[in-house]
């Protein structure tokens, strides 16, 4: 048994978190936080999101208004609540896990992106914890993602996207050519990423 803690956080209890979730057996503590809207399972730490206080227009019949503040008041999106709460509910856990002197790994699978700003928080407070990022798509490559993201915001998320790949510990991408880009373009140290061939549907098996 290996006397690890591993985080692994995810914005979905997808079938890839699910795959990831398979090496429970082979650690001291293995816990997968997902939020409390989805798919999840008994094994699963499940955290609900802050509530927002602008759903009172909603309620009011006013959604418009809503979905204008949401837009300008979370950055990057609403999905910020979600991300306050994890960070609250796992500092608990990693201060109670220092203190029994465990060797701590945070794994963040994204999408969503914003989940990357607990382990960005977490890793600044608590500097010997190990995070390791599991990406599908950077932002700046997710072309949908991107401009989803309101244009008083975009400058300060490609910030955000460097320091993330510059601060946790391994970058994990889905093949070769993304561990190019992040090596070449984005300037991260190659002994910092690692590419692990992820086939997207069955055809890619072949």
């Given at each position: 048994?290996?006397?690890?803690?591993?985080y692994?956080?995810a914005?979905t209890?997808?079938d890839?978190?699910?795959?990831?979730?398979r090496?429970?057996e082979?650690?001291?503590?293995?816990?997968?936080?997902?939020?409390?809207?989805?798919r999840?399972?008994d094994?699963?730490?499940v955290?609900?999101?802050f509530?927002?206080?602008?759903?009172?227009?909603?309620?009011?019949?006013?959604?418009k208004?809503?979905q204008?503040?949401?837009?300008?008041?979370?950055?990057?999106s609403r999905?910020i609540?979600y991300?306050?709460?994890?960070q609250k509910?796992?500092?608990?856990?990693?201060?109670?896990?220092i203190?029994?002197?465990?060797?701590?790994c945070?794994?963040t699978?994204?999408?969503?992106?914003?989940?990357?700003?607990v382990?960005?928080?977490?890793?600044?407070?608590?500097?010997?914890?190990?995070w390791?990022?599991d990406?599908?798509?950077?932002w700046?490559?997710?072309?949908?993602?991107?401009?989803?993201?309101?244009?008083l915001?975009?400058s300060?998320?490609?910030r955000l996207?460097?320091d993330i790949?510059?601060?946790?510990?391994l970058?994990?991408?889905?093949?070769?050519?993304?561990k190019?880009?992040?090596e070449?373009?984005?300037?991260?140290?190659?002994?910092?990423?690692?590419?692990?061939?992820?086939?997207?549907?069955r055809s890619?098996?072949?």
């Open positions: 048994m290996n006397h690890k803690t591993i692994l956080l914005g209890y997808s890839r978190v699910q795959k990831i979730a090496l429970r082979l650690y001291d503590k293995f816990e997968v936080i997902v939020p409390s809207y989805g999840v399972d094994q699963c730490i955290v609900k999101p509530p927002n206080p602008t759903s009172i227009f909603r309620l009011l019949g006013l959604s208004i809503q204008f503040l949401d837009r300008y008041l979370y950055f990057p999905n609540l991300v306050w709460a994890v509910k796992l500092r608990k856990y990693i201060e109670n896990d203190r029994d002197g465990k060797e701590i945070l794994l699978s994204v999408p969503t992106h914003e989940l990357c700003l382990g960005l928080f977490l890793k600044k407070r608590y500097p010997e914890i190990r390791i990022v990406w599908q798509d950077l700046s490559y997710d072309e949908t993602y991107f401009e989803r993201t309101h244009v915001y975009k300060r998320l490609l996207e460097k790949l510059t601060k946790c510990d970058n994990v991408t889905t093949n070769r050519f993304a190019k880009v992040l070449h373009h984005y300037r991260v140290p190659p002994s910092r990423v690692v590419s692990i061939s992820h086939p997207f549907c890619d098996y072949s």
